[in-house]
Structure formats: structure tokens, C-alpha cells
């Protein structure tokens, strides 16, 4: 029987196959677990062009069949080239993949580029090639087959199905805001009127484009290349449109009926669909599958799935964008999901940069019991509607049912499958949705439907997950959940816009089981993480201690390097340690800063030097426990300014044990307990510990102060003294500082905040967020202790609200969930001087007057008692109230303060000036004395 191949495109006859195997094979040693030769199947030899100018997916195609047929270990070869990989003559299957597009008949059939298909010992190969993909497919799949390994080459698509739009130009013409886009080359567009229409690459079999978006589409996520930071937000590109102009050179010009100016010159709007059609890469029913050393430029409609499969290895590849494309998105969804695997998942040596969705996601399905047709019989579906159609046992596999409720197992039930009745997961001969589980025993009357899940315990992985690296994801860096061990050490964790480890057990939306029992998080850097930054939340409605989800976790020598955040949130655990971690502050080095009574003394005299914070303790507790027990925190080293309480929710105080911190009430380490100071150059000004500063000689001297903390010395901004420095000249010139013997500041944002000349405070309204309800990211918010929130405190502000929900004002202030405010509010057009109040994060406005529009305005908060009145006055002198009094005698412990916000910077947005603050008639200068 003779192969037939393809060369240049055209059918080959007359080689023999005995010929093309002699002419590929190679001897080479494999180990003594296979044969001691392997067969080397060249793709080229079946056509497939290494120049990359012809589609070469057919080519592979019968390479790939071609090896089927050999006996023996095979590896398929892509000599060094580049690769054309198009949908049209690639394999095709009908295959159900976890967590995409369920059972819609629409996308039942994926397009695979290398299918591996019942096959067993076989090695993919790129040889350091580069496999350009085209539409909408699968990268390489392994269907039933065992000791796959796929490695060494690079891969991208053409016109992903994600619009990166660089905003590279913006400003406001003739009265209107614009902005110019910059769209990668892979992404064509066309304009008609006030839309924008994106299209995917021409198919060349039917002249139409592989796909097709009007505008933002249906989700967008923000992508700021200097901070890398990626996050889920709101697209502003397409609001407000007057016109649309393509300039050619792929950019687009949009005209807008506002004159502001935008003010996210640099940003990337990451612009998609939502539907998952296929995954980028597929392992299913397979076992001992590695994939190493790819360099993955996109992954089309979902990650790489590991589905029913046993032992996964992910080593030392690369999932991030070429930047020579212009891109930024990297996933169109997770990067990796692994939905019921059994053995072991390695996932080590990765970098994950740019996803659309987690990094990492390593779990169960939970099926829903829906009816008990006999005592040993259950009917089980699927009800999330992106998973579903393929098997979710086999007959031998043990189970576990869980009260949903309480997400705790039936006790005494350990159920092995006999048979199934349900889908295949190739075809739709039957309920995609359903399926008829038989078990070797009958099962509790308890067992109801609607009430429980069941999980197919047998596919639960041992896991590692090692020396990787996440940035620039939006939502998690690692989920995990499963029983079997779980190691995630020495990895980076940068800028996560959600938790940077979760753990879950979801019974509710996702039904992504299950518990896990042994889990140890070690070694791992968390660099600028989001709040909480490890999660553990399973979806359970009944908090008992005494039956927790999850158990015996671990936190240990880990790195945090963070801002304003929690650390660990844990839900329905029993054990879990934090120990030895070492926690610092992201502004450590900043949060201090000497200031010189002067500047420039003269020789052979004496000055002194102080210190004073620039930044404010850390308010947000590090730790949070709900229905958990047995938790240790022990041996950390925590920076100053961090707050080490522990807030607890149907947990037993005696249960959270450990060095320093307090269950309740604040344990706030002071920011600044001790200062010292060093000299560059004591010939010149010789400081000593208190401060006191000698002028020795002519020259310039650094004065740098010194603080220690449990992570060790820490150094502030420093002072530069030039001693018989000119009197008028500006190094002598001491700049205006804030006055934090009498403010501080919730959530520092120093470049929106300024001291002016006559005792002015200037803010110009920060991007983060509000007060409001549960917002709560208000930045520079100032506060004073002058009054300790008693009295009358009376503020001058200069400066109208201009667009959106900008406002600014006077408050007072016990924490962000509970304060009194008195403020201009735009109210999107429609501005108001308001009184606001918030009780346990409730916000209402019990009164609201028209603004009187003039530029300055007097605000005056008034504490009679139990009650504060709010009041507003264009002199100074006369004040007119706003509504009645209001009751305030739960704002105990509150202070007065000031700020100004917004919800969407703007360069164009003109600063508020606060002066002539004042409590009980006596001034509060802004200014620092010195």
C-alpha cells in the first residue's frame, strides 16, 4: 500500500512506503520505557511548505494520519521555516470542550490544525519553527491518545478575534474632543457614518471575512503598557460619537460632541466578542501529554483544556504577544483550564502575560442531581451553559455528592460509577446536557434532587504549579481546587487586577468543584496585587466551623510587596497558616521625607532636620476569617504603616492565633516609630541622630532619614543641604509642604494634590473612584484630628464641578462606609450642593439645593450633639442650610477632612482650592510651618 502525498501542492504517487520510512527514520534514543528508535515523519515531505508561502494544514493533516500508521515511536517533524496553518483544509471534528460554548450546535465542530488522534508515543516537533494560524481553529489537539509531547516552536494567528486599539493621539479641535486610534495590521475596518465595522481576515475559500464586530463589541478590558496593568472596565471609545474618519495606516479618528479632552492618551481598549467557539489547544481523554518550550503570540477562543485526561505537563513556555504586532492580548480567555484531571498537572517556567481571563484555572464540574429514577440511579446535568457534551464519568470512577447548601459530602458514601447513559462528547446522538449515572450501591433517601452535586472524585490532579510568571491579567493568576495535593511556589505575581490565588468549590454559578485538603502556597512573590490577594470563598450558604469546605492551607515565605490590601480572605476553612512571610509597603521608601528648617546655612553653624510621613498608614486589615477555624499567623515581618487586624465572621476569636495581630479592633504599626539620619558627606554637614545638623564646610550635603522596621532599616526621601549656599538662590528656597502634624491622607495620590502660597490646599479630582456606597477608593482624602469631630468645621472652595459625577467637598468622616459630607456634585450636568450620609456602607442623600454656580463657595459642617447640620454660604458670613439637621449619633470617632474626586481623570479637569479651613472658629493651616 502506497502513501499518498502532497509536495508543492500536488498528489505524489509511486514512493513506497517501505522507501518513505527508510527515508525518515532516524535512530535515536528514547529511553527504555519505549522503542529504542523512533520514526521521524517530515511534514514537508507531505507537502507542507517551510517558506510560508502556501497553506500547509493539509500537508500536516496527512502527515499526521500518515503517522498513525506507523508502529512504534513517531516524531512529526516541521523543519525550521515558517508554516501557513488555514481552517479549510485542516481536520475537523465534533467535539464538547469545558467552559466554552456548551452544547450550541453553531460551533459543535472545531478545526484543529495538528490533530493527534488515538495515537500513542508521538512527539510533535517544530524544529524552532513558526506556525502562522489563519480563522478560527484549534492550534493542536490529543484525543485518546497517551505519551504526547508537543514542543519547540512558535505560534501567533493572523487577525485575532480581540481589537487592540491604541489611543496615539488625543486632544480637543474646534471645540471637540477627539481621539486617533492605531489598530494592528491583522485587523481590517471600515467606516460608515458613526460606526466602525471589524473584520477578521479574508477566508481565500470564500472571500469573506472570518469574522465581523461593529464598535466596542460585546466585552472590553483596558491595557496600560507603562504600569503593566490590564483591567476590566468601561469603554468610553464609542460614547458620545459626532463622526469616525479612517486616515489610512491603520487609524481611526473619532470626533466627539463633548469639548473635553480624553485623558487616556497611551491606553489599550482590548475590544471582543464573548463567544469561546473552540479551544486554542485541546487534551482529552489522554494521558501523559507535555507541552514545552511553544511560544503561544494568542490563543484563539479559549486556553489550552485539559479535559478527562490524566497527568499534564506545561513546561517552559511563553504566552504573551510579539511586539512587533502591536497587540496586547495575548488570550482570549483563560490561558490554561484543566476540567477534571486525574495523575498530576505541571504547570512550571511559564510566563503568562495578557489573558482576558484567568491565568490558571484547575478544577472539577460539579453535575447537578435533577431525579432519582431508582435508589442506585441518578439523572445528572451540566448548568452552566458553556460546559457541556462530553462524558463526566466512567464506569470504575469513585464519586462524591455534596449538599449544596453547606458544599459538605454526604457522609458514609462512597460511590463507584457502574454505568453511563449520556453524551459521548463526539457527537449529539443524545442529551448534551443530561446524563443517567448507575452506582454500585443505593444512595442515602436524603440524596434530593436540586439539592445536591456530584463530583467525579478519580479525576481530581496532584498539583504543581512553579516559577512562573503572571502580568498583565485581569482577573487571577491561579484558581485550584481539588483534593489531592497542590503546591504553588516560586512564582511572580504582578499587578493582578483580582485575587492572585483562588480558591473556590462553586455549587452555585460556575459548578467548579470541589475542596481541597492540602494545599501549600510558598516562596511566591505577590508584586502590587489587588485586595484580597489569596481567596478562599467556596459558594456554601451555611457557615459551620465544624464542617469547613476546605482544609489545612498554608502561607509560608512568601513576598508581598503591596498597596492598601488584604492578604487573606478565608471562607470555611479549618487550618490555615500564614507563617514567615515577609510583607512591605509599595511606597515604603517614599512614605517618609526630611525637611531642613534651612536649606542653606552658613559655615560653622547649626540647622536641624526633620522628618514628617507623606503618606498615611494602611486602614484595610490584613487578614479576614468567615466560619474558619484553626488559623496561625506566626513569624511574619510586617513593614510599618500596616494595619495587622483580623476581622471575623462566625469565628471563634481563640481560634485565630499568632504573633501581633488582634481580632477586632486596629493593631496599626506606626509609619514613621523612630527616625535617624545618615550624611553623604559629613565633612561638610556632619547630622545627628535627633537631627541636629552642623554646617562644617562649603559644598553640598544629602540628609537622608531613617526609620527601622521588622524588615530592617528603612530610608526616605531625602533633604539636600548646600551650606553657604546664596540665600536667594532657588536651592535655598524651601517648597510649601504639607502641614501632617495637623492632616493626613487616605489613599496618598501626591500628583493630584498641591500647597499653594496662602495657605491653600489644591486637588484636583483623582480617577480611582468614590465614597460612595461600597466604591470606597477615594483617593487623597484628607483628614484632620483638630476638633476630634466635634464642633463646627468651615472650609472656602474654589472651583465648580465640570462634567460626569465629579465632586468636592467637606466631611466628616469615622471610615468609608460611615461619614457625613456636605459637597458640589455635577450630578452628569445637572450640579448640586448635596448632603450626603453613608451608615454602614448605606449612602443617601437627605438633601440636595441647585448649585449657586458662582467659583467660590463657603461649606460648613455643624456637630450639635447628636446631630450635624449642613450649610453653604457665596460671603463667608451668611450660610444657608441644606435640609434639616440629620441624625449622627452612630458617627462616633470621626474626624473632618476634605477631597475632591471624579470618576474618569482628565487632563483638562481644573483643580479645586480648599483655604481658611477652620474648627470651632480656630484655623487648621494646610501649610507646614517649616
Known amino acids: 500500500m502506497q502513501p499518498f502525498l502532497r509536495r508543492r501542492g500536488l ?57 498513525k500508521t506507523v508502529t512504534g515511536p513517531v516524531r512529526i517533524l516541521f523543519p525550521h521555516g515558517t508554516y501557513q496553518i488555514y481552517p479549510e483544509q485542516a481536520e475537523s471534528r465534533e467535539l464538547y470542550v469545558s467552559n466554552t460554548v456548551g452544547a450550541d450546535q453553531a460551533y459543535k465542530d472545531k478545526r484543529i490544525g495538528i490533530l493527534v488522534e488515538d495515537m500513542h ?27 504526547v509531547s508537543v514542543r519547540n516552536f512558535s505560534f501567533d494567528y493572523t487577525a485575532p478575534k480581540v481589537v487592540d486599539a491604541t489611543v496615539s493621539e488625543s486632544g480637543v479641535s474646534d471645540g471637540h474632543a477627539y ?24 477566508s481565500p475559500a470564500t472571500g469573506q471575512p472570518y469574522w465581523s464586530g461593529v464598535n466596542g463589541m460585546d466585552y472590553t478590558q483596558i491595557h496600560d503598557p507603562v504600569a503593566q496593568r490590564t483591567w476590566r ?62 511560544k503561544a503570540g494568542y490563543l484563539h477562543g479559549f486556553g489550552f483544556v485539559g479535559q478527562l485526561s490524566e497527568n499534564i505537563t506545561l513546561d517552559g513556555n511563553e504566552f504573551r504577544t510579539d511586539p512587533a504586532t502591536g497587540r496586547s492580548t495575548a488570550g482570549f480567555a483563560d490561558f490554561v483550564q484543566m476540567s477534571g484531571v486525574k495523575g498530576t498537572v505541571k504547570i512550571t517556567g511559564n510566563v503568562f502575560d495578557g489573558a482576558h481571563d484567568d491565568a490558571i484555572n484547575i478544577h472539577g464540574t460539579y453535575l447537578e442531581v435533577t431525579g432519582r429514577p431508582t435508589p442506585n440511579t441518578l439523572t445528572l446535568e451540566y448548568r452552566h451553559n458553556e460546559t457541556a457534551g462530553f462524558p463526566q464519568y466512567h464506569p470504575g470512577d469513585e464519586v462524591e455528592i455534596v449538599d449544596k447548601r453547606t458544599m459538605v459530602a454526604v457522609p458514609g458514601v462512597t460511590a463507584k460509577v457502574v454505568a453511563v447513559d449520556g453524551p459521548s462528547g463526539q457527537d449529539h446522538d443524545k442529551s448534551l446536557t443530561s446524563m443517567t449515572v448507575t452506582f454500585d450501591q443505593p444512595l442515602p ?60 468549590s462553586d455549587a452555585y454559578q460556575w459548578y467548579e468543584s470541589g475542596p481541597v485538603r492540602d494545599v501549600l502556597i510558598r516562596g511566591n512573590t505577590f508584586l502590587r ?27 509560608e515565605s512568601n513576598t508581598f510587596k503591596t498597596g492598601d490590601v488584604r492578604l487573606l480572605d478565608a471562607k470555611s476553612v479549618g487550618g490555615i497558616t500564614f507563617n514567615s512571610n515577609t510583607v512591605s509597603r509599595l511606597d515604603r521608601n517614599t512614605a517618609f521625607t526630611a525637611q531642613a528648617k534651612t536649606l542653606c546655612p552658613a559655615r560653622n553653624t547649626t540647622t536641624s532636620v526633620r522628618t514628617v ?18 488559623a496561625v499567623i506566626n513569624g511574619n515581618a510586617f513593614d510599618n504603616g500596616l494595619n495587622l487586624r483580623a476581622d471575623l465572621d462566625a469565628t471563634d476569636p481563640a481560634q485565630v492565633t499568632g504573633d501581633e495581630v488582634v481580632n477586632g479592633g486596629d493593631r496599626v504599626l506606626p509609619l514613621l516609630p523612630t527616625v535617624s539620619y545618615t550624611t553623604s558627606n559629613g565633612t561638610v554637614a556632619k547630622v545627628d541622630s535627633t537631627g541636629k545638623v552642623t554646617a562644617r564646610s562649603a559644598g553640598t550635603a544629602v540628609i537622608t532619614p531613617v526609620t527601622h522596621s521588622q524588615l530592617g532599616d528603612t530610608t526616605g526621601v531625602p533633604v539636600t543641604l548646600t551650606v553657604g549656599g546664596d540665600p536667594a538662590s532657588p536651592a535655598c528656597t524651601k517648597p510649601l509642604t504639607l502641614n501632617t502634624d495637623a492632616w493626613s491622607v487616605v489613599r496618598d495620590q501626591p500628583d493630584h494634590r498641591a500647597v499653594l502660597p496662602g495657605d491653600t490646599l489644591q486637588l484636583t479630582p483623582t480617577g480611582s473612584g468614590f465614597l460612595w456606597a461600597g466604591a470606597n477608593s477615594a483617593r487623597n482624602l484628607l483628614l484632620t484630628g483638630t476638633g476630634n469631630g466635634t464642633g463646627t468645621a468651615t472650609v472656602r472652595m474654589s472651583g465648580r464641578t465640570q462634567r ?9 468622616h469615622r471610615g468609608d462606609d460611615d461619614y457625613i459630607a456636605i459637597q458640589r456634585k455635577n450630578n452628569n450636568g445637572s450640579p448640586t450642593v448635596t448632603l450626603s450620609s453613608e451608615t454602614n456602607g448605606w449612602a443617601t442623600e437627605p438633601a440636595r439645593v441647585p448649585d449657586p454656580g458662582q467659583q467660590d463657595i463657603w461649606l460648613r459642617l455643624q456637630r450639635n450633639g447628636a446631630s450635624v447640620t449642613a450649610s453653604y454660604s457665596l460671603n463667608g458670613t451668611t450660610f444657608t442650610p441644606v435640609g434639616a439637621p440629620i441624625d449622627a449619633s452612630w458617627l462616633t470617632g470621626a474626624r473632618f477632612g476634605v477631597l475632591a474626586e471624579v470618576e474618569n481623570p482628565s487632563a483638562a479637569d481644573t483643580p479645586f482650592l480648599f483655604s481658611k479651613f477652620t474648627v470651632n472658629g480656630a484655623p487648621v493651616p494646610f501649610t507646614s510651618e517649616w
Open 11 to 67: 498528489p505524489v504517487a509511486g514512493m513506497s512506503a517501505a522507501l518513505v520510512v527508510a527515508a525518515l527514520v532516524l535512530p535515536v534514543p528514547v529511553g527504555s520505557a519505549r522503542a529504542a528508535t523512533e520514526t521521524v515523519v517530515d511534514v514537508t515531505t507531505f507537502g507542507a511548505d517551510p517558506t510560508g508561502l502556501r497553506d500547509s494544514a493539509a500537508a500536516v493533516a496527512q502527515a499526521v494520519r500518515y503517522a
Open 121 to 147: 508515543d508521538v512527539t510533535i516537533d517544530g524544529g524552532g519553527s513558526h506556525l502562522q494560524f489563519h480563522g478560527l481553529m484549534s492550534t493542536f489537539a490529543a484525543v485518546r491518545s497517551t505519551n
Open 179 to 202: 481621539r486617533v486610534l492605531t489598530i494592528p495590521s491583522g485587523n481590517g475596518f471600515s467606516v460608515w457614518d458613526r460606526w466602525v465595522t471589524w473584520r477578521g481576515e479574508t
Open 233 to 294: 472596565g468601561p469603554n468610553p471609545l464609542f460614547d458620545d460619537v459626532a463622526s469616525m474618519t479612517d486616515l489610512g495606516g491603520q487609524k481611526l479618528r473619532i470626533d466627539y460632541g463633548s469639548g473635553t479632552a480624553p485623558s487616556d492618551r497611551g491606553l489599550v481598549y482590548e475590544m471582543r466578542q464573548t463567544t469561546r467557539d473552540t479551544p486554542s489547544a485541546l487534551f482529552w481523554e489522554s494521558k501523559n501529554v507535555t507541552v514545552q518550550g511553544l
Open 445 to 504: 433517601d436524603s440524596v434530593r434532587p436540586w439539592d445536591f452535586v456530584v463530583e467525579n472524585t478519580t479525576y481530581t490532579p496532584t498539583v504543581l504549579i512553579s516559577g512562573n510568571t503572571f502580568r498583565d491579567i485581569p482577573t487571577r493568576g491561579v484558581l485550584v481546587t481539588t483534593r489531592k495535593p497542590v503546591v504553588i511556589e516560586n512564582n511572580v505575581f504582578d499587578g493582578m487586577s483580582m485575587a492572585s490565588i483562588f480558591i473556590s
Open 529 to 555: 496585587p489587588a485586595s484580597p490577594v489569596i481567596f478562599v470563598e467556596p459558594t456554601n450558604q451555611v457557615l459551620d466551623p465544624a464542617q469547613p469546605v476546605h482544609r489545612n492551607i498554608r502561607v
Open 613 to 630: 510621613t507623606t503618606a498615611s498608614p494602611y486602614s484595610t486589615s490584613l487578614f479576614s476569617y468567615h466560619g474558619s477555624s484553626g
Open 804 to 812: 460626569g459625577y465629579m465632586e468636592a467637598g467637606l466631611l466628616l
